[in-house]
C-alpha cells in the first residue's frame, strides 16, 4: 500500500513543529537548515506553502544523479538519496520542479523527505492537520482524470 | 527479439536494464571495448584525487550483467556494421541483431602538433585514463581546456600536491557555461587554492621525449611532466561513416528522430554519439552529458522493445566543485544567446554569487557559486517559459500563486 505525505495548506499556522521535527528526527538537532521539509510563508496572501518531496513516479532528481546515488522503491514509491554514494553535485537540486531536495550543509550531501521509513515525523509533529499520511489511492486518481479528459473534450467541441 | 547494444557507457547500460525490465525473454548482447562492469566517468575526479577508492567509481557490480541475462563481450571492438544483413562484425565474430543500438560515446580531442605525442599526455575520460593519470604520479601538470573535465582534473591533481597550470585558449574558464564575471570569481577560487590560471592562452607544442617534459604556449614555455587534455570531446561515429544511409550531423553525430531511432531502420543511437534537441536552446546539437545519455538510453531501449516513446529532449545542467563550493549552471549563459541583447539580475555577496539570465524578461538561464540551490527552480520555470514580469506579479495574486508556488520561493531574487 503506497501512502504520500498530503498538505492541507489552509490549516497550516507557520508553527515550524514540522520543520524541526524533521531535523530532529534525521539529525538529532533542532535545525531548519538541516530539515527535508520547509515552509514558504507567503505573507501577502495569509497563506503558507509546505515544500517537501512528492516522491514523483518518473524522478528527474534519479534522471540525473551521475553516480547513481538516488534510487526508487517500487514497492512503496519512496525516492531515497544513499548518501554514501552522493558526491554533492547539486545536479538533483537543479532539476527538481518543487525544490524539494537539498543540500545537507553538515556534510555536503543531498538530502530529502524519506518519509522516515514509513513513519513520518512531521506528521506526528503538526498540530493542526496540515500533514496527512494517507494511502495514494491511484484508482480514485484515475478515475478523476478520465472525468477531466471527458470535460476537455466537451468544452473543446463547444468552442468549434 | 535480439537486441545488440554498442557501449558500456551509462547510455548502453540504461539501454540494457530499461530492455532487460519491460521484457524478461528478450536476448540482449552488451559489446563494450572497456572491461566491465559500468562505472560512472562523473567519479574520476574523486577517484583520481584520492578522495574515493577505485571500488566506489562503479555503478554497477561484475554479477550484474549475469543476473539480468545480459550477454557481455568486454574488451571487445565492432569492425563493422552490416545494417542491410543486420550483422555485426566485431573481433569476437559475427553478431546478428534484430535491433541494434548505438552507444558508443565520445572521444577526446587531443592534438597532436605534428609529432608523436611523448609519454605523459593524457586524458581524462575512461577509469583507465585515471589509472594510467595515477600510475604516472604528476608532480607538474598542464591541464589543456578549462571546461568541467578540466577543472576536475587540475583539483585533482592539486589535492595531490602536484604543481598545476590551467591554460584556456579563450578569454575566461569555463567558457561555455559562466559568463565573465562568475568564470572570474570560479577563477579567483582556483587561485587561491594555489592552481595557475591562463586564460586566452593557446598550447603549440609538446616539448620533450620520450616524457613531456613542457608545453610551450603563444605567451611562453611551461614547464611539466604531465599534460591533461580536457580541449573538448567529438562523438565516436566510425562505424557509422560506412554505413549505407546512416545519417550523420554537420558535428558528426548520429541523427535520429524523437524515439532515437537514426535514419536506418531498426538502428537506435543514444548518448554521446546521438545528435539531440536541446531544450533551453531549440538546437539539434551534441549534449555531451551524463543525464542526457541516461535518459536517451532508456527511450532507445523502451523504442527497441517498440513501445513507441518520445524522448523529452536534452538540457544542460552543469556544476563544478572547487575544493568544496560549488559552481552551477543551468540553461543559457548571456554568452550563449544568439542574439546580442540579454539582461542580468546578479548578486554577489558574502555568501556567494548569482545570476540570472534573460532576454526581454523572458529567463533563459541561471548560474551561481555557493549555497544557491534554490535557484534551481529556474529550471523549470525556463522550460515554461516564465516572463520575470510575470513572475513578479504573480506573487500579488493569490490562486496564481497557490497553483505555482514553488516559483515564489525565487521571486525574492529577482527583486
Redesign the interface.
Known sequence: MRKVIMTD?ERCVGCGNCVLACSLAHNGTLSPAQSRIAV?N?H??S?K?Q?LCAQCTEPLCV??????AISRDESTGTVTVDSR?C?????C???????AI??D?EI?KSMKCDLCGGDPACVKACGYGTLNYVPLDEDAAKKRRKAVENISKAFAKLAE | MKTVIIGNGIAGLSAASTIRRLNGNAEITLISREPGPAYSACNLGNYLSGDIDRSAVFISSSGYYEKQHIRTLFESVVREIDAERKKLLSDRGELVYDKLIIATGSIPWVPSFGRTLPRGIFSLKTLGDADRIKSHRPRKAVVLGSGPVGIEAAVALKKNGAEVHLVELLDRILPRLFDARPAQLIQGMLEANGIAVHTGRRVTAFLGEPTVQGVSTDQGQIECDTVIVAAGMYPDTRLAMNVDGLSLTPEKGLKVDGRMETSVKDVFACGDCAATREVFTGKVQMNMLWHNAKQQGIVAGQNALGLNREYRGAFTIAGVDVFGRHAVSLGVPGGGIAEDAYETIEKESGSGYYRIVHTDGLVRGAQYIGPYEELGIFFTLIQKRRNVGDLLKMSSNRRSTAANPWAQRVVRYLR
Not at chain 1, 93 to 99: I, Y
Open positions: 495548506p514558504l507567503l501577502g496572501m497563506l506553502i515544500i534522471d540525473v544523479c551521475p553516480v547513481e554514494s558526491i554533492g553535485c547539486r545536479m537540486t537543479v532539476v527538481c520542479p518543487l525544490g537539498s543540500i550543509y555536503g
